[in-house]
């Protein structure tokens, strides 16, 4: 976002909240609307996230979800259910053993592995085909 759109976006907002302070003056509230266009905003964002080609239906599903609670006033639902499974998932983290660090190879795995990895007679023959060539 650059700098430009940033002040039309905080430009529109102030002139938002001016208006409907002066609206509020005047008697007019628009408190349980705002209450209402807000949320099915949100929710018909998500649904077209949902329906449309383009998105994640996931991401659509989430939007679509938080409008919905925040429309029936249930919002701290998702919130304490966030934190309840963050809380359940370090709990599980702090009990579940730690990373336990491997024993060295037994002596005749090593000896085996020297063996097996030791320089043989194709390797030499590769290493005198490959110092002949020009």
Known sequence: MSERSGKVLLG??????GGLVLLDQVG??????IGLLIPAIIMLYGARKIMGQSGS??????????????LIGKLHLLFHGLLAIGVIYLGYRLLRPGHVPKEAPPAWERQWAQKVLKEDTLDAWERE??????
């Open 129 to 134: 085909m490959t110092r002949r060539q020009p």
């Open 28 to 33: 007019i509230d628009f408190g349980d609307l």
């Open 57 to 70: 239906r996931f991401w659509g599903i989430v939007i679509f979800l938080f409008g919905f609670l925040m």
């Open 12 to 17: 529109l907002v102030l002139l938002l909240i």
